[in-house]
């Protein structure tokens, strides 16, 4: 027989025995091939099981267990461990933010009414729901929403002492950076519309611009202009009259007649 070939059949039935003892190995031992997966400890704590709207009360079929990474469970979500009860707990209860199914429940977004009605369940505490009258000339055409932020503009007339020139307008901003709580009677948008023609606006105001709407519109015109979404005016919430004349805007007077930009200076 030829040297070469009788090389080769060695070669050949060393290799084919080392295969079989490796595959002999593996079948013995099944653990070298897959490394058990590590569970992560968890925890049962209450989400949403369906979408919940704002200013819906929650019911039990709402509620829902679901095992949820201890990790990141924190103390603001409600534990199955410490609180069995709290479905029956929660329910009855009115959202003051909207939650997605599967959300974690977090009591700071509701609000037990107890017999209150729908708009002083959701409202802030500390802040006050004033309505003043729009119109699609004064409200934005209609475009103006729920949960839109707008800044309150006071248009009057000021009387000319010579009679010989006509009276003068004045605009201003009263209040800034306002929340718009409903149109009319709807507190959300209704059917993915994008406007909302009505003519009633409830605003969400802090006590002491309450006082200023009231006079305002007892002296002249309100106009709501509506604010950017991405709008990161640093301005607070509800400005007042004298805050906002030490930004730097500028603002269109017509005094008898004659139009011109005024600064108010910082």
């Not at 329910?91 to 107890?114: C, D, Y």
């Not at 605003?203 to 202009?225: D, F, M, N, Y």
């Not at 030490?246 to 139009?259: D, F, H, L, P, Q």
Request: avoid cysteine; charge should be neutral; proline fraction near 5%.
């Amino acid at each position: 027989m030829n040297i070469a070939r009788v090389v080769v059949l060695i070669i050949a039935l060393s290799a084919g025995g080392v295969a079989a003892y490796l595959a002999r190995g593996t079948e013995e031992n099944p653990r070298a091939a897959a490394e058990p997966v590590v569970q992560l400890p968890t925890v049962e704590v209450l989400v949403a099981k369906s979408d919940i709207g704002l200013g819906q009360p929650v019911k039990p079929e709402d509620l829902q267990w679901q095992a949820w990474p201890a990790s990141t469970a924190g103390k603001n979500l409600v534990n199955r461990a410490s609180r069995a009860e709290a479905i029956t707990e929660i329910s009855g209860s009115i959202a003051r933010s909207p939650f997605i199914a599967g959300e974690p429940i977090r009591e700071q977004k509701l609000v037990k009414a107890n017999g209150s009605g729908f708009m002083a369940a959701i409202l802030p505490t500390g802040m006050r729901a004033v309505s003043t009258e729009i119109s699609p000339e004064t409200g934005a055409g209609g475009f103006i929403l729920p949960n839109d932020r707008v800044d309150v503009i006071l248009t009057k007339r000021e009387k000319n002492p010579e009679r010989s020139a006509g009276d003068g307008v004045q605009s201003e901003i009263i209040l800034s950076n306002i929340r718009v709580l409903a149109i009319d009677q709807a507190p959300k948008e209704k059917d993915g519309l994008n406007t909302l023609v009505g003519r009633t606006v409830t605003l969400e105001l802090k006590p002491e611009h309450v006082e200023t709407l009231a006079r305002s519109r007892q002296i002249g015109t309100l106009t709501l202009a509506l604010r950017s979404i991405t709008d990161v005016n640093t301005a607070a919430d509800g400005q007042s009259e004298d805050q906002v004349r030490k930004r730097n805007e500028s603002v269109n007077v017509v005094r008898y007649g004659i139009a011109n930009q005024t600064t108010a200076q910082k």
